[in-house]
């Protein structure tokens, strides 16, 4: 069977603003959840955030495992979560890769969205996590920042707010005896970040890849990498189902075997990942494995990871109390 990959850029532009005016609405699919094309073969449509975290599923696609279940996929790539999540809601899309930050913000506001697949986060050996975590947290070689309580009173730039940055930052300063209510925050996109750390105009920058290797490229100190210290391993982003879709355990099955396989063969065919990875972000494959940051595609899906960031993310203030997960995770061993 053919495989269909499509971007649509715009799409999700509109989705975008339309989730920031209405997250808490829903609008009905025309076609239901997926349409059976022939009686072998049903079409899914999925959303990545096309980072190198969407690797592992357009090397799936690639290697036939999902033709071996009888699934195409049209997979639209974005980096929006807002936007992900506004698609899944209205169920304009079937399945989506969401960090757990968003989407346990979304579940908190009574979106029905429900967790399938691991997507990415971090192995079993923890003293590797390190290597995993494509983030960073920037500043000046010169700025006298040592430690994470020294934001305080310092302009910390993330790409917005009450999100998955702050939570990283509020986090670590509390651990480190900090207040985060004393940090000046400022909102900019990861470009503006690099353009007004350069400048002077922002002390601290906060940063996922390919913009950590320009950071380090101009001269910028990595004070911590933020991503193993909130999530102390486990997950780190989930394949969601919509509303519509969580109902057709039928084609979840499907996908959360094809995958699984997947993850896989992402995690044990690394020099691919990286290529693939390096098409998806326009970084180039020398400059991803000069950096020394992998990727990993785990085979499990625990409900204890995503009770761990609901509880910490209520504790932040993030969400006004710990969503339980049990309801919102489908998941057969």
Known sequence: ???????????????????????????????????????????????????????????????????DVGLELEINDSPNPPAAVAA?????????????????????????????????????????????????????PDSGISSPADLEGKQVAVNARKAVFEAYVQDAVIKDGGDPNKIEWVALDFGSQLEALRKGDIDVATLPMPFTVEAEAEGAELLWAPGVAFYEGGLNATWLASPDMAGNTEVIDKFRTAILKSNEYANEHREETIEKASELTGMSA????????????????????????????????FI??????????????
């Open 1 to 67: 069977m053919g495989k269909t990959i499509k971007s649509h850029a715009k799409y999700f532009a509109v989705l975008a603003s339309a989730a920031l005016l209405a997250i808490g609405c829903s609008a009905p699919s025309d076609d239901g959840a997926s349409a059976e094309q022939d009686d072998q073969t049903q079409s899914v449509r999925v959303s990545t955030d096309g980072t190198m975290a969407s690797a592992a599923i357009h090397l799936g696609v690639e290697q036939g495992f999902f033709d």
């Open 88 to 140: 899944l809601q209205s169920n304009e899309v079937d399945i989506g890769a969401v960090p757990t930050v968003p989407s346990i913000a979304a579940q908190s506001q009574g979106i029905e969205l429900t967790s399938i697949a691991p997507s990415s986060g971090y192995p079993e050996d923890e003293s590797v996590w390190e290597e995993y975590d494509e983030d960073g947290i920037y500043a000046q």
């Open 286 to 317: 020398e400059a991803i494995a000069d950096n020394g940051k992998m990727m990993y595609f785990p085979a499990n899906l625990p409900v204890e990871d995503l009770e761990h960031i609901s509880q910490k993310l209520a504790d932040l203030g």
């Open 320 to 333: 006004e109390e710990p969503v339980s997960m049990t309801d919102r995770v489908l998941w057969t061993e």
